[in-house]
């Protein structure tokens, strides 16, 4: 007997596409209809910052979660460039671009996030630009490409992608950020003081401690970036690089229950039981961390899109993934697994040597410690260990203490440290 349920998908992200994608693969014959505000089709975001800008022009095409003809081939109704302007809970209804009324048995959101923007003179000049979707890569190549001067507004994993691309290009780069280091806030002084001896080292420029407050230029074109100090920085481009937002306007509109993101369960459940939410957008009730947490990368689209699929079908889903995600500079490579916010830990440990030295980069693993528990560990340029870093973390979570100084020995396998 034909399923005649329909569930509706609303984001056409990389989350959205893998749970269509899972949903097909897991035998469900009812209706898909996968809608995106955007005209492309899913695709992954870390290709535009990590290799597409650097010129790769084969990135752009890779970023694509399937190839054209997928959605048809699965009978997935694809439904890019419109936008769902409402949401009945209490109808099973959403409402499309205004006008067409859709009903759902099941609806999943994946609607992601979007730039946070900055409100300030001059961001209509032309060479102002954010990176967040392959239309806003698109317009950024070309100008770094020919740009002499570029300044990056924020020292985020996106800002410093962007200034090592800009400086494999040719620029001159100059960095603008609040904090006192790169990056403070998400890896602590200890490990944010090596991505700024990493991008010094590669000749970019830092202002710590400082804001924009004017964007100026000639004819509409950039020139000039102005600091809050009034420092005047010459600029061809600058890149606004201050951070993401959950897109919870439409959980809003529907009465779920939304704080930094829509608030779902381990089992990626929404406060309305036909409705669940994955990816950027949501904050969830983590069962290993045992806090609720938001996370923008990624993996946790890939895997909660993958989890929220086999949700849909009413199987048991407890998403506990330990947070990953991974970066590219210059010939640094990086992959970082846990969570561990700065003050919550009570020391670094490293195994083997952080430090720049005569412009080489260094390769080590960092341990995020407290009370002997291994909290989050980063692999830098050493490769095939985030299984067993991921052990670490899961262990340490979960109340495991390690041998701080096996842990610190390169000549101790980490999978022998939880043996």
Same mark, same amino acid.
């Given at each position: 007997? %034909? ?10 992200? @990389?989350?959205? !596409?893998? $749970? *269509?994608?899972?949903?097909? #693969? ?121 740009? %002499? ?10 800002? @410093?992608?962007? !200034?090592? $691309? *800009?400086?494999?290009?040719? #620029? ?138 086999? $949700? ?108």
């Amino acid at each position: 007997m %034909a399923d005649e349920r329909t569930f509706v998908i609303v984001g056409a992200s @990389l989350a959205g !596409a893998k $749970a *269509a994608e899972t949903l097909r #693969a897991e035998g469900f014959t009812g209706r898909v209809v996968l809608i995106g505000e955007e005209g492309e089709r899913p695709y992954e975001r870390p290709p535009l910052s990590k290799g597409y800008l650097q010129g790769k022009e084969e990135a752009r095409e890779k970023a694509f979660v399937h190839a054209p003809d997928f959605y048809t081939g699965h009978d997935i109704d694809l439904r890019l460039a419109t936008r769902v302007t409402h949401l009945d809970p209490a109808a099973h209804t959403v409402t499309i671009d205004g006008v067409e009324v859709l009903h759902y048995d099941k609806l999943l959101l994946t609607t992601g996030s979007r730039v946070r923007t900055l409100h300030i003179p001059g961001t209509d000049l032309t060479g102002v630009r954010y990176l967040r979707t392959v239309d806003e890569a698109d317009a950024l190549l070309p100008h770094l490409r020919t740009a %002499a001067n570029v300044v990056v507004i924020g020292a985020g994993w996106i800002g @410093l992608e962007t !200034a090592a $691309a *800009a400086r494999q290009h040719g #620029a001159d780069v100059t960095v603008v950020e609040l904090g006192t280091l790169p990056l403070q806030r998400v890896l602590g002084d200890e490990l944010a003081t090596v991505f700024a001896d990493l991008h010094r080292a590669n000749g970019v420029r830092f202002h710590f401690g400082a804001s924009a407050r004017e964007f100026r230029g000639t004819g509409g074109k950039l020139s000039t970036v102005v600091l809050d100090d009034g420092t005047e920085l010459p600029a061809d481009v600058a890149v606004i690089g201050v951070g993401i937002q959950p897109n919870t306007e439409l959980a809003v509109d529907g009465g779920l229950d939304v704080d930094n993101g829509i608030l779902v369960d381990a089992g990626l459940h929404t406060s309305d039981p036909s409705i669940y939410a994955a990816g950027d957008v949501v904050n969830l009730a983590h069962p290993l961390l045992g806090r609720r947490i938001r996370v923008e990368h990624w993996a946790n689209a890939l895997n909660g899109g993958k989890s929220a699929g086999l $949700a849909l079908l009413d199987r048991d889903v407890t998403y506990d993934r330990v947070p990953y995600f991974f970066s590219d500079q210059y010939d640094l490579g990086m992959e970082y697994s846990g969570y561990a916010e700065p003050g919550a830990y009570d020391r670094v440990v490293f195994r083997g040597d952080p430090a720049v030295k005569d412009g080489k980069t260094p390769e080590f693993i960092a341990f995020w410690v407290q009370d002997g528990r291994v909290l989050a560990g980063m692999n830098v340029n050493v490769w095939d260990v985030t299984d067993d870093i991921q052990a670490l973390v899961r262990a340490g979570w979960s109340g495991t203490k390690v041998d701080l100084t096996r842990l610190a020995d390169p000549t101790v396998p980490l999978a022998e440290l939880l043996g």
